[in-house]
């Protein structure tokens, strides 16, 4: 028989270990169900579903909101041209080309008007907005010419209107440096961010600041062409009397430049002091006033005035004196002109080119693109010969398809 105290012993330490495997086991189960049951616990599963569907929401709404704003374009450039001062095939051709790079770049171009040069009264058809000639007090003052200081007031004007109309840059053939400096000062406080409307030049070169593009011809080489030309036809003899308006732009500078020297080549050929004539009428008048006093066998005019002046005053006197005529202008009277042996010569720049460059130059600076502080347009010589050729017709006639 087994001694009771080992018996004892025995027993205790077998109900120990008994308690011990129950606890170990008992604390596996309780882990095991832990772990099994954390995940699946209602609240907790409840709350990481809210995240997930939240962040889900906002990564949908994020993605909505890029689509919705990659279908709505931005708003198009809004530019504006300022008629040129002289309206007629000139503007209409840069009014075209301006036209056809807005199109192609998604661009709006509006145009003022500024009433024109000889005719108070006259008003496109094709301009968004047009400043009216000031009031004049009888019918006999509505047939006046309008003065050059209210052409220029109509030019700042009109540039002052398309600010208002939300341009974003300006295409302007100015009349003067003085109108040009207006102008710019106005671009330059229109924007209340501190920013500068751009300001392109079309057809003209003035010393003003703050130019941003200058679209023009050669003056220097088209007064070149013209005298070049005048000897040709002369075959190096002759007198020759220059007619055109005051030289209010270094262009005209430039051009009478240009001819002078040309002209200074050939030994034969005199050159009387450049006669002033601001339009048509008063042109006409000086060429009549030069014939009356000078034997003269050419005349080189500046302008279209000066030329279709000249033109007026040689038809009129039908003496069948010889006289030869190079023009500067594609004014479709002076083509018509041209073809019935009044003018000899024409020097021709692409207007279209002037609006499709200048348009292309205003959106360049507007997008912080490179922009060409100056681009220059082909001047060609046309005459009978040519101006049929299909260049030259492009040249003369870009309205036509």
């Known amino acids: 028989m087994m001694d009771d105290s080992l018996i004892s012993s025995k027993t205790t330490g077998e109900t120990s270990s008994k308690i011990n495997n129950q606890s170990i086991t008992t604390r596996r189960v309780l882990a095991k169900k832990s772990q099994a049951t954390l995940p699946g616990c209602p609240g907790l599963w409840l709350f990481k579903a809210l995240c997930q569907a939240a962040v889900a929401c906002c990564l949908f709404i994020c993605a909505a909101c890029g689509m919705a704003g990659a279908d709505q374009p931005a708003s198009p450039q809004r530019i504006a041209l300022i008629t040129p001062a002289g309206t007629g095939e000139l503007a209409e051709a840069i009014r075209l080309g301006a036209e056809a790079a807005a199109k192609e770049r998604g661009a709006q171009l509006i145009t003022v008007e500024a009433y024109p040069v000889d005719s108070a009264s006259h008003t496109s058809s094709n301009a968004d907005y047009a400043i009216s000639p000031p009031p004049l007090g ?35 053939d100015p009349l003067s440096e003085d109108v040009l400096g207006e102008i710019i000062r106005e671009a330059e406080t229109v924007r209340t961010d501190g920013g500068i409307v751009p300001v392109i030049v079309l057809n003209d070169e003035f010393p003003v600041k703050g130019i941003t593009s200058v679209i023009s011809m050669d003056n220097l080489e088209a007064g070149r062409q013209a005298g070049y030309a005048m000897a040709e036809l002369l075959e190096g003899h002759g ?7 005051d030289p209010l732009s270094a262009g005209l500078v430039l051009r009478e430049q240009g001819i002078e020297e040309a002209l200074h080549q050939y030994p034969g050929i005199n050159l009387i002091p450049k006669s002033v004539c601001n339009n048509r009428d008063s042109c006409w008048q000086t060429v009549k006033q030069l014939l009356d006093q000078h034997e003269l066998t050419g005349i080189i005019a500046l302008q279209e005035p000066a030329s279709l002046g000249a033109a007026d005053e040689l038809l009129r006197r039908k003496d069948g004196r010889r006289l030869s005529i190079v023009g500067f202008g594609s004014e479709q009277q002076q083509l018509e002109q041209l073809q019935e042996g009044v003018f000899q010569r024409l020097i021709v720049q692409n207007g279209y080119s002037a609006g499709y460059l200048g348009l292309n130059q205003a959106l360049a600076k507007l997008k912080r693109e490179h922009v060409q502080t100056r681009v220059i347009l082909e001047t060609k010589v046309v005459s009978t010969d040519n101006m049929f050729w299909m260049d030259n017709q492009k040249l003369l006639f870009p309205f036509v398809q």
């Open 239 to 245: 007198l020759i009397a220059l007619v055109g308006p």
């Open 138 to 172: 009888t019918p006999a003052a509505a047939d006046r010419d309008v003065t050059r200081s209210e052409r220029e007031q109509a030019q700042v004007q009109a540039a002052e209107l398309a600010l208002k109309q939300g341009a974003t840059a300006l295409l302007v």
